[in-house]
């Protein structure tokens, strides 16, 4: 059991996002939400020069 | 109805042609996983969604994504609108510039044109919510690809501003998904 709901089977659950620290309008912008808890970046692959390196 | 500002959500600018690129980025304009089809899919939904919040949700989600097609449509022009046609054979581009020359049209990156088979409006909010959960998930992957496939800073700056978009609807549309099952819950218990 999470939080308030008794979990049923067969169906999906998603957290409820709480409103707090946000970044400011220009950081939002430039990150792409104004949220720290739902920043989540990729860490690009396949970017190696050479075939064996990682 | 809608309102237009006339500048986009996040800036583009490219300083070099590069077709190889535009024609891989193109299928985020008009290919299954696209911004055109998100922006469709979800302003179609929305009429059959069961509460006020979904429908909300989903005309701002749909409203964001024709901003984010424009962003892509801004991106493939600059990177073909100055290529010179011999850089255009080599990226494999002849085919598109047979039929559009530098236009925009909405194909996918083999150049396979749109189509609304791409999309589903289920008329069952819960199976609608799922599918455009699933369609948050494939652009975010869609843009790592394309990330992985840039060699434009640049470009990868502003793939990487919608990237960080998908990430975030995908939690919105789950919010949406959990009160619309609360919803259709209590509306079978009273």
Redesign the interface.
Known sequence: MIGPYKMRLA????P??RYGQVWSPAEG?R???I?PE?????I????GSCGTCQ | MWIYEKKLQYPVRVCRPNPRLAKEIITQYGGPDGELSASLRYLTQRYTMPTGQAIATLTDIGTEELAHMEIVAALVYQLVKDAPLHEIKEAGLSSYYADHDRALYFVNASGVPWTAAYIQSKGDPIADLHENMAAEEKARATYEWLINLSDDPDVTDVLKFLRQREVVHFQRFGETLMRVQDYLQCKKVY
Do not use: H, M, N, V
């Not at chain 1, 739902?38 to 990729?42: D, E, Q, R």
């Not at chain 1, 690009?44 to 970017?47: G, I, S």
């Open positions: 169906r999906a659950y998603i409820f996002q912008l990150r792409g939400t949220f739902l920043f989540s970046p990729y690009p692959r396949d970017k």
